[in-house]
């Protein structure tokens, strides 16, 4: 089933998952996450790519073990920016072939190390709207497509207005629904909502949300995605850096009061990024079962 279809019927709990980075290219050490995270009920599994493409291998056999194992729906990310035509046409028959209808489509990062002689390329594609395009072209509607978006403006951009544009430009060519960057400030998401309706963005916009469980990673990953720590957050952070587990107890609760904040005003769905760590996921479900229910099951 697509997304978009299933967003038209309910607001949508679903979580986020990478294949494991080993010289060995096991992936085996997903399956345990996966089979914790099913007995949650999403309703869909994400599969991350990888910067360059890295992963894209293991995104493919992620994404079918999800939906044909588990028949869990899964959306296969696909960054574009150091892939060729036939990379991406490869990519999505591969796709086609698991019964994955889902494409997270992304502009993606260059390989760590390697961005000037990316930068010095003729790159046959630049941005995520440009892989819309070339998707539909060669592929009709065979594919859900979904994008990404940035409450807090993406660091590329010169303001959050030509961030929203680009936005724009990104649905205009097949988005079908968005889901937002980690932020720990929901003010960030309400605005991006409602900002985007005023020129036209009304797709379905998921709050993408990361329970940071340690106090040196929430520091590093808030720097590397540029969102903001809230005044109340950095005390607790600053209180509790060094008790492990008083910092875990924190990010879980902390990203369950941004969850029950967003369900009560009418969030068109949430995509909690798990890091592979089913058991925070699970915690969180633990902490507001009853308010989770009602968004997962209307």
Request: proline share 4%.
């Amino acid at each position: 089933m697509k997304i978009s279809e299933l967003l038209k019927e309910k607001a949508t709990i679903s979580f986020e998952v990478f294949p494991p980075k080993s010289k060995e290219g096991d992936i085996s050490s997903i399956y345990y996450t996966i089979e914790e995270l099913a007995k949650l009920d999403p309703d869909f599994i994400s599969v991350t790519y990888g910067a360059g493409g890295s992963s894209k291998g293991k995104t493919v056999e992620i994404a079918s073990v999800i939906k044909n194992k588990y028949q869990i729906e899964s959306v296969a990310h696909l960054s574009c920016i150091t892939s060729t035509k036939e990379d991406i046409l490869t990519e999505c028959r591969a796709l086609k072939e698991h019964n994955v209808d889902n494409i997270l489509s992304l502009r993606g990062d260059y390989p760590v190390g390697e961005e000037e002689k990316y930068r010095g390329m003729d790159l046959e594609f630049h941005y995520a709207s440009e892989l819309n395009g070339f998707i539909r072209e060669n592929f009709g509607e065979s594919f859900c497509l979904s994008g990404a978006c940035y409450p807090e403006v993406h660091q590329e951009a010169d303001c959050f207005r030509d961030d929203l544009e680009a936005l724009k430009k990104k649905v205009d060519a097949g988005a079908e629904y968005l889901i937002t960057q980690i932020f720990f400030d929901n003010s960030y998401y309400y605005r991006l909502v409602k900002e985007a309706r005023k020129i036209g963005i009304t797709v379905p916009i998921l709050a993408g949300i990361m329970p940071v469980t340690n106090a040196k990673s929430l520091l590093r990953t808030a720097k590397l995605c540029g969102c903001s720590i809230p005044f109340q957050l950095s005390t607790m952070i600053e209180t509790y850096y060094n008790y492990p587990e008083a910092m875990k107890e924190i990010g879980i609760n902390y990203a369950a009061h941004q969850i029950i904040d967003l369900i009560t005003n009418g969030v068109d769905g949430i995509h909690i990024y798990t890091m592979n760590k089913p058991e925070i996921a699970q915690r969180i479900f633990g902490n507001i079962p009853t308010v989770l229910k009602e968004l997962n099951h209307d």
